[in-house]
């Protein structure tokens, strides 16, 4: 239950104009589909996916703004995102803004946002895209998954602070899926084509 009332405080929903900044990235020339695990009132996932032909997915704790996600048109799970699992390489965009906080364990405190790439970044087709939105002390504690499955890494600076939040530096972070190699050079991330259902999405109850 403690785990639970620190996801709901760790709510820091993204400033608009770093979201109008982060969707001048993102090229979408196919229709696709994307997913944000925390996806809050559902306005990030709007933002950075603007005027695309998108599916939107979404997993949000609260109960009150997953109602709100889901009246703006995203396909919305009201649960915990650890508790929903997908398909691997589902989707074409994964947009992670984690709670900044710590896990409650016996053993180890491992920090939220390595805990929720470790579980949502296989649900990214090959050569698909990671934004991650985290403070920038903790990019050390996802490198080790990063390395191993992204290319083309960059790390971004906000030029919004937000004054909820005790941390005021964040990276947003664009990443590649690996598949073997790398092979485009072009200047904005383009994201593959693929569709999904919302059967490829599944909430499992802990009660």
Known sequence: ?????????????????????????????????????????????????????????????????????????????????????????????????????????????RRMERLFLDHTYRWLVPEGVLVLVIPFERLYDCVGVLGSHFGRLSVLRMESSLKASPEFLRTTECHQRLRHSWRSSSRSWQLPAIRTTMAGAERYNSS
């Open 1 to 109: 239950m403690r785990n639970v009332a620190r996801l709901k405080m760790g709510y820091y929903p993204l400033p608009e104009s770093e979201g109008i900044k982060i969707r001048a990235l993102l090229s979408f020339p196919l229709p696709a589909s994307v997913i944000d695990p925390c996806v809050g009132q559902g306005t990030a996932l709007h933002l950075v996916t603007g005027n695309a032909e998108v599916k939107r997915y979404g997993v949000e704790l609260d109960a009150e703004r997953s109602r709100i996600a889901t009246s703006k048109g995203i396909e919305t799970i009201h649960g915990n995102a650890f508790d929903a699992i997908a398909k691997p390489e589902s989707f074409s965009l994964l947009y992670l803004n984690p709670p900044y906080d710590s896990e409650i364990g016996s053993v180890a405190n």
